[in-house]
């Protein structure tokens, strides 16, 4: 079993800046893709951003020049470094990891407000 814990939620104004974080643990065989999908109120869960073992990179258009991935393999963490947050961005974060299965996080509320 992987468990993942985020943290770096929280609420935020416009054009202002967070960071999450999600560390995985426990039975890690080895930890491919990782990232981050969000949900807002009344919408599907959407993809945020990825990250591979190797540094390769996916990100939605709606985050692009915004948000930043990246992970710490040794740690078996990821990032997510937000910036120019917008009203738009608010929703449940979630973290996600691939190790031999897909794992979730309980997810970590963000809020920009105006």
């Known amino acids: 079993q992987v468990r993942l814990v985020e943290s770096g939620g929280g609420l935020v104004q416009a054009g202002g800046s967070l960071r999450l974080s999600c560390a995985a643990s426990g039975n890690i065989f080895s930890v491919n893709v990782m990232g981050w999908y969000r949900q807002a109120p009344g919408k599907q869960r959407e993809l945020v951003a990825v990250?591979?073992?190797?540094?390769?990179?996916n990100y939605a258009d709606s985050v692009k020049g915004r948000f930043t991935i990246s992970r710490d393999n040794a740690k078996n963490t990821v990032y997510l470094q937000m910036n120019s947050l917008k009203l738009e961005d608010t929703a449940v974060y979630c973290c996600?990891?691939?190790?031999?299965?897909?794992?979730w996080g309980q997810g970590t509320q963000v809020t920009v407000s105006s």
């Open positions: 990250i591979t073992g190797f540094g390769s990179t």
């Open positions: 996600y990891a691939n190790s031999m299965g897909d794992y």
